[in-house]
């Protein structure tokens, strides 16, 4: 009797290894299919984005600047060539502001679109 | 002891070539190193592929190596069509790269860090990007600043934007290379100052100066890799935009 039940035990632990042996292997291969497709990724679009997030945090905030800059530079332009003093600017800056906050995003990869960042390229009628 | 951390940007005129219009034309620091940027770069590109050896030798791998380097850069962001355009980006990558390490060296001058040379190179890039996209695809180009799927009414605002966003590349693109040179030579010329003026100030003092050598060692570590990767950014940006112009409206 004792035996019997000896055996039922083992077969029941011979039944859990297997179970947990399988799922293992699942584990294994779908953490297999997630490295590969990690490591097909574009190695040069890796390293400009990844190596230095210093780099990417000043990229991003120059390019606010910069479409800042730009529409106000050509507010002003505009103001002095058809003498509409302030409203050029105005409009201008804020169009100019949006431009930016456009060019953050692209260059983070939040919208598709002229892409400045290599992940998102070609995306644009997406 | 003061130091002036400004003082390593300074444009001294080494000789005066001419006067136009009350505007005096000066061979400057500025200038020569860009004539040992370029030079340097020239003799040891041509130095190393004079062998022509199957197995590259140590200055033959260095040349294979970043024009490999260049090319798959190219290759990933423009397509394959954008290698036409390789020889302008290499140029582009070796001066930048040049002057950002030979910036890095003490005595020598960043030329870099002068808002007018990178504003320059990404006015270059500009130029070539606008002037290929208008003649390789005629009026198509300006698809680019009409995206596709956006409703009639607000087309307008969105159109004066993208035109806003474009024009506002070559600030950015040229901002960012000086603007991280400037910042760099900064700090590690204030981090260097502080140690001349703890050691200067007793046995104290030179105990705590060992503090802001460390950081100074660290900083220049931290500039090699800058200075890379700035080059780099500068590259790929070009390629970017060099992609625009060869595939607008895509």
Redesign the interface.
Known sequence: MSDARENGDRDKQQTNEAALSARLQRLNESLGHARTGRSSD?P??D??TN??G??KG??LS??L???V???AG?GWLIDRLLGISPWGLII?LL??F???V??VM?TAGVVA????D?ST??N??Q | MQVDPIHQFQINNLIPLATMGGHQFNFTNSALMMFIIVGLISTLLIGATMPRAVVPGRLQAIAEISYEFVANTVKSSAGTEGMKFFPFVFTLFMFVLFANLIGLIPYSFTVTSQLIVTASLALLVFVIVVGYGFWRNGLHFLNLFVPKGVPKAILPAIVIIEVLSFLSRPVSHSVRLFANMLAGHITLQVFAGFIIMLAGAGILGVFGAVLPFIMVVLLTALELLVAFLQAYVFAILTCIYLNDAIHPGH
């Open positions: 574009d040069g679009a390293r400009a190596a230095a210093y780099a000043f990229r120059s390019e600047v910069a479409g800059v730009v529409g050509l201008f169009l100019g949006a431009a930016g456009l060019n692209r679109g002229t892409a400045l290599d390229r070609g644009r009628n």
